[in-house]
């Protein structure tokens, strides 16, 4: 069961828009896409669904949490990205 993941959880996504433009966007995991092999991600900055293949993992991490450190007004990023990564 390697393969199934945690819904709601953090992640954050390769996005080849441009030259410099950010290259990875912030979401929260929703789904598998039906018929398309990659993870259905809704992206908070943009506030749109994506299908995408290249994601990154923080499953430590849910959507409650990323809301609660908003409204907080904490620091923009205290996810340590180095512990719990699996590119897929």
């Known amino acids: 069961m390697l393969g199934l993941r945690r819904f709601g959880c953090l992640v954050f996504i390769h996005s080849d828009e441009g030259k410099l ?6 979401g929260i995991f929703t789904g598998y896409p039906e018929g398309v092999k990659g993870f259905r991600v809704w992206l ?6 994506m299908i ?3 994601v990154v993992f923080k499953e430590k991490v849910m959507y409650k ?6 409204k907080s007004g ?3 990023n205290p996810f340590d990205l180095s512990t719990d990564e699996c590119a897929c």
């Open 21 to 26: 433009n950010p290259r990875e966007k912030r």
């Open 74 to 76: 904490m620091s923009s």
């Open 52 to 54: 995408s293949r290249n």
């Open 65 to 70: 949490d990323v809301i609660a450190q908003e």
């Open 44 to 49: 908070l900055e943009d506030q749109r669904c």
